[in-house]
């Protein structure tokens, strides 16, 4: 075969993959199916058109056709991630929960250190009511992948039921900085508000930081809080939770952050010092605040939520590996 051929069978193979693609997106599953398969016919070792004609017969609710391509990925020398990751869902799908685990941790041994993995395996546990399991595999991959905003949500879940208010309220306010306009944004934002009502609130934060789990980073920032509740008996609402949360990254920076560097809090700090802080708790607890409320602060702050916008469109929130306090 010249290399003319062989170039044009690549762009052919790549053009079929499009074309399903947007046929995918229409939600045209059948005609999908069938035209990945010449596509793969073309390219036989291709993950990219092998994972897409895995994932359409997963749409398609074909589960033993999907399963059959996605051995058949998973198999291949070079499948990522997604490869695993999308086979895993036709397991699910079928309740084939074993094969499903014994997936997971295959691709957890070629992936040690994978937050999509580690993420649909504690959904795996989550789905056979194993909650506890389920919460060890979202820590890991917070510990391991902490970019990876997944399971920072299905955690905040968690520790929202389990009234862990501390952990549900770091882990919620990462999540919003790493996933701040989605589908599950809103639901967060409300689950974050209710673990700051307990933050705020004298015996509830104290009850809090009497737990005996809490690592000792949980229990440095409760201890603050406590303090910090008792001298602010005189504001009310959102003020006093600005005012609390202000005068926590102030104490922060006197010194605990050279032992316990934490993205989440450095963004805070940069947002104080730049007169953003107050126009970020309006977008922060938005649905807490009221519509009419954050629109009229907004039209009288116009300056701060102007810039608060514009930062927030302008950068990328990243947190460092390493960035881990709260053992397991």
Same mark, same amino acid.
């Given at each position: ?20 693609? /947007?046929?995918?997106?229409?939600? $045209?599953?059948?005609?999908? %199916? ?34 059959? %391509? ?9 499948? $990522?991630?997604? #490869? ?31 937050? %999509? ?31 990876? #905003?997944?399971?920072?949500?299905? /955690? ?36 974050? @508000? ?67 560097? @934490? ?21 922060? @607890? ?9 629109? /009229? ?18 950068? %990328? ?8 306090? @709260?053992?397991?």
């Amino acid at each position: 075969m010249s290399f003319c051929d062989t170039h044009a069978q690549e762009q052919t193979a790549k053009l079929l993959q499009e074309t399903a693609r /947007a046929l995918v997106q229409k939600g $045209d599953f059948d005609n999908a %199916v069938l035209i990945l398969e010449r596509a793969k016919q073309q390219e036989p070792d291709n993950i990219d058109i092998l994972r897409d004609l895995c994932f359409a017969n997963f749409l398609k609710r074909d589960f033993a056709k999907a399963i059959e %391509v996605g051995k058949e990925l998973t198999g291949k020398p070079n499948a $990522d991630q997604q #490869s695993f990751q999308v086979l895993g869902l036709a397991y699910k799908a079928i309740a084939s929960y074993a094969d499903c685990g014994k997936l997971f941790r295959t691709a957890l041994r070629k992936f040690p250190n994978s937050g %999509v993995i580690y993420n649909e395996y504690g959904e795996l546990f989550a789905m056979q009511n194993e909650l506890e399991e389920a919460i060890i595999q979202w820590e890991k991959g917070i510990e391991l992948d902490p970019g990876y #905003s997944s399971n920072y949500y299905n /955690a905040t879940m968690y520790y929202a039921r389990k009234r862990n208010w501390i952990r549900a309220a770091l882990y919620g306010e990462i999540f919003l900085n790493l996933e701040s306009y989605s589908t599950r944004t809103e639901e967060i934002k409300g689950k974050l @508000f209710d673990a700051y009502k307990n933050l705020i609130d004298d015996k509830a934060v104290q009850q809090q930081a009497e737990v005996k789990t809490n690592s000792v980073f949980e229990k440095t920032v409760l201890e603050i809080l406590v303090k910090l509740n008792a001298d602010n008996k005189l504001v009310a609402g959102i003020d006093r939770l600005i005012s609390i949360r202000t005068r926590l990254i102030v104490e922060w920076f006197q010194g605990k952050q050279k032992n316990y560097p @934490f993205r989440l809090f450095d963004q805070q700090h940069y947002l104080l010092n730049q007169g953003l802080f107050e126009a970020y708790h309006y977008w922060l @607890f938005s649905a807490a605040i009221g519509e009419e409320a954050v629109q /009229a602060w907004q039209k009288n702050h116009t300056k701060e939520t102007e810039g608060y916008k514009a930062f927030q469109q302008s950068r %990328v929130f990243k947190i460092t590996v390493g960035e881990y306090y @709260f053992g397991h």
